[in-house]
């Protein structure tokens, strides 16, 4: 009797541990991404993600970054990245956007 507890306790555990592994298939290590914090913002956006977030049009970024050359961003390996509180920041502190 005690067997078929431990089957089925053993069972349960897989079936626990192989969900888990199934939520972030398609996306290994997003749990532990340096793109999130977890607070539903990510830390960083990165260009090409930014007109999601300031709301603009996917083809205006590029005139958006020329027109405002102090807009927070860090480059990494060519790539842009735009920290996502002190962009929030910048453009409430930004009058004429």
Not at 36 to 43: I, L, S, V
Not at 66 to 84: A, L, Q, R, S, W
Request: one cysteine or more; hydrophobic letters at 40%.
């Amino acid at each position: 009797m005690t067997s078929f507890f431990w089957i089925a306790a053993g069972l349960a555990a897989f079936g626990y541990f192989i969900g888990e592994g199934l939520k972030n298939f398609g996306n290994p290590g997003a749990a532990s991404s340096i793109l999130d914090d977890g607070d539903d913002h990510p830390q960083f956006i990165k260009q090409r993600d930014l007109h999601w977030h300031i709301n603009i049009d996917k083809q205006d970024v590029e005139s958006f970054l020329e027109k405002y050359p102090d807009v927070p961003c860090t480059e990494v390996n060519g790539n842009i990245y735009f920290p996502y509180k002190k962009l929030m920041e910048w453009l409430m502190n930004k009058e004429d956007f």
